[in-house]
């Protein structure tokens, strides 16, 4: 199976050739996997170096004089570093885009903290007016995708090397229902829908799945609370632990209920090890969620 970043790629480059209104910005990551598009849209395929925020000022630029672009490098690169230009050269000026990321939380934990970005969503989530997708799977991000380049609106994709191992059908909003149950409410993120369902195999609780977290679903929300015997919501993400706890709280708010957000922790693993071993050491594989899922709805 593909990456979802290989989706990206493959993807991208048949957006371009379909539609004159979008341009590729890079900031040399991913140049090399964007040869063939670049030599066919000169125009339309920008590297500008490893300098991240002029990539992404180029793309409130582009937006602003009509173009649709598209903003791609690792996810530390691509919010965090340019904050700054993301907040005044696209929500300022009022103008839309799509920022795809890859390295999510710790994709690539030989590169270090440098190119991990845990708190990017969070990020996000203080500026006004950002659709969020994250796909858990090749196939999602590859719809999600194809929506937000054919839309208007400011747009954050971001991709992650773990992914579950089959695709669900996505449309671009809302949260869809895996499993039901009466016990309480498990939102599973992204990437992180299989190991919710390992974790809460045998528990009696329904199971919603988002792969787009703003807007978040508080109807869907309340739906799922409405039918449970307990308004208990436990959140897995796989970025920071509490990103859409205010945003739960908010959809409950007519309605007395429990929140627990599970994502990855402030702490710094400072050990390289493995994608997986990170999973294991912010207590998001399957045993630890089961754990803190169990200890949380038995309260």
């Given at each position: 199976?593909?990456?979802?970043?290989?989706?990206?790629?493959?993807?991208?480059?048949?957006?371009?050739?379909?539609?004159?209104?979008?341009?590729?910005?890079?900031?040399?990551?991913g140049?090399?996997s964007?040869?063939?598009?670049?030599?066919?849209?000169?125009?339309?395929?920008?590297?500008?170096?490893?300098?991240?925020?002029?990539?992404?000022?180029?793309?409130?630029?582009?937006?602003?004089?009509?173009v649709?672009?598209?903003?791609?490098?690792?996810?530390?690169?691509?919010?965090?570093?340019?904050?700054?230009?993301?907040?005044?050269?696209?929500?300022?000026?009022?103008?839309?885009?799509?920022?795809?990321?890859a390295?999510?939380s710790?994709?690539?934990?030989?590169?270090?903290?440098?190119?991990?970005?845990?708190?990017?969503?969070?990020?996000?989530?203080?500026?006004?007016?950002?659709?969020?997708?994250?796909?858990?799977?090749?196939?999602?991000?590859?719809?999600?995708?194809?929506?937000?380049?054919?839309?208007?609106?400011?747009?954050?994709?971001?991709?992650?090397?773990?992914?579950?191992?089959?695709?669900?059908?996505?449309?671009?909003?809302?949260?869809?229902?895996?499993?039901?149950?009466?016990?309480?409410?498990?939102?599973?993120?992204?990437?992180?829908?299989?190991?919710?369902?390992?974790a809460?195999?045998?528990?009696?609780?329904?199971?919603?799945?988002?792969?787009?977290?703003?807007?978040?679903?508080?109807?869907?929300?309340?739906?799922a609370?409405?039918?449970?015997?307990?308004?208990?919501?436990?959140?897995?993400?796989?970025?920071?632990?509490?990103?859409?706890?205010?945003?739960?709280?908010?959809?409950?708010?007519?309605?007395?209920?429990?929140?627990?957000?599970?994502?990855?922790?402030?702490?710094?693993?400072?050990?390289?090890?493995?994608?997986?071993?990170?999973?294991?050491?912010?207590?998001?594989?399957?045993?630890?969620?089961?754990?803190?899922?169990?200890?949380?709805?038995?309260?």
């Open positions: 199976m593909d990456t979802m970043r290989d989706r990206f790629t493959s993807t991208t480059t048949q957006l371009l050739d379909e539609d004159p209104r979008l341009a590729l910005v890079l900031a040399e990551i140049r090399e964007f040869a063939e598009a670049a030599r066919r849209h000169p125009n339309r395929v920008i590297n500008v170096g490893i300098r991240e925020q002029l990539q992404v000022g180029v793309g409130g630029g582009l937006a602003l004089a009509g649709r672009p598209i903003v791609h490098t690792f996810a530390s690169f691509l919010v965090e570093r340019p904050f700054e230009q993301v907040k005044l050269d696209f929500g300022h000026q009022g103008v839309g885009g799509v920022l795809v990321s390295g999510a710790y994709d690539w934990p030989a590169g270090g903290f440098t190119h991990m970005a845990p708190g990017d969503v969070a990020l996000m989530d203080t500026l006004d007016g950002w659709t969020v997708h994250v796909p858990g799977h090749p196939d999602e991000a590859e719809v999600l995708l194809r929506h937000a380049a054919a839309g208007d609106g400011r747009v954050y994709v971001r991709l992650s090397v773990q992914s579950n191992r089959r695709a669900r059908a996505v449309a671009g909003a809302g949260f869809s229902t895996v499993r039901e149950g009466r016990r309480g409410v498990v939102i599973a993120v992204g990437p992180m829908l299989d190991n919710a369902l390992a809460t195999e045998g528990l009696d609780t329904t199971v919603l799945y988002a792969t787009t977290v703003r807007p978040f679903d508080g109807a869907a929300l309340r739906r609370v409405g039918v449970a015997d307990a308004a208990d919501v436990v959140i897995v993400e796989p970025y920071l632990a509490g990103t859409s706890t205010a945003a739960a709280n908010d959809a409950l708010a007519q309605m007395p209920h429990r929140v627990l957000g599970l994502g990855v922790a402030r702490r710094e693993l400072r050990r390289y090890g493995t994608l997986e071993e990170h999973l294991t050491g912010q207590g998001l594989d399957p045993a630890s969620l089961r754990e803190r899922i169990s200890a949380f709805l038995a309260r």
